[in-house]
């Protein structure tokens, strides 16, 4: 490698390197943009506001995790969805679109159709607790948006979700 070769590969490890630990900037910087997500979120409100989309995200809680190759919710996933359930139910100038994402193994095509049965069951799981389906979508990203990336355990596991991102918009 000549020595512009180096540098200009010097160059690209480190801009790969600060993406990567930029969460922000893999979200595309909105809250509620689902760490990559549709980037449709709103980035309201302070987390000591219960009616704000960022207590949502903090305190509630915008994200449930499966298990490998797994779109079935555990108990904890639950939990979490029954307080956006009630959030929602509550909040109603609000709907939400639910990303479906898998971790980085597998093909293309199996990972979309994974995030897809994940997001379609927090959605039913949603409406399972009476929030109206006509302000659910979802959408799968499949393994394209991870928040973590590296090949291991530990970043497959947080990259293995559903995210549910607010927008406020009519319910019709």
Same mark, same amino acid.
């Given at each position: 490698?000549?020595?512009?070769?180096?540098?200009?590969? &010097?160059?690209?490890?480190?801009?790969?390197? %600060?993406?990567? $630990? @930029?969460?922000? #900037?893999?979200?595309? *910087?909105?809250?509620?943009?689902?760490?990559?997500?549709?980037?449709?979120?709103?980035?309201?409100?302070?987390?000591?506001?219960?009616?704000?989309?960022?207590?949502?995200?903090?305190?509630?809680?915008?994200?449930?995790?499966?298990?490998?190759?797994?779109?079935?919710?555990?108990?904890?996933?639950?939990?979490? &969805?029954?307080?956006?359930?009630?959030?929602? %139910?509550?909040? $109603? @100038?609000?709907? #939400?679109?639910?990303? *479906?994402?898998?971790?980085?193994?597998?093909?293309?095509?199996?990972?979309?159709?994974?995030?897809?049965?994940?997001?379609?069951?927090?959605?039913?799981?949603?409406?399972?607790?009476?929030?109206?389906?006509?302000?659910?979508?979802?959408?799968?990203?499949?393994?394209?948006?991870?928040?973590?990336?590296?090949?291991?355990?530990?970043?497959?596991?947080?990259?293995?979700?559903?995210?549910?991102?607010?927008?406020?918009?009519?319910?019709?």
């Amino acid at each position: 490698m000549t020595g512009a070769g180096r540098i200009v590969a &010097l160059v690209m490890v480190g801009l790969l390197a %600060t993406a990567c $630990t @930029d969460k922000d #900037a893999l979200r595309g *910087g909105d809250y509620g943009s689902g760490a990559g997500g549709a980037g449709a979120g709103v980035g309201s409100g302070s987390a000591a506001d219960p009616k704000s989309p960022v207590y949502f995200q903090q305190a509630i809680g915008d994200r449930v995790f499966f298990a490998v190759d797994q779109s079935t919710l555990s108990d904890s996933a639950r939990q979490t &969805l029954d307080a956006q359930a009630k959030w929602l %139910t509550t909040n $109603t @100038d609000f709907v #939400a679109t639910i990303e *479906g994402h898998a971790d980085e193994q597998g093909t293309r095509e199996y990972n979309v159709a994974l995030g897809e049965r994940r997001a379609n069951n927090v959605r039913e799981y949603l409406m399972s607790r009476g929030v109206a389906g006509s302000r659910l979508k979802t959408v799968s990203y499949g393994k394209e948006r991870p928040v973590e990336i590296c090949s291991d355990e530990a970043c497959y596991s947080k990259n293995r979700r559903a995210v549910t991102v607010l927008t406020i918009g009519l319910t019709g």
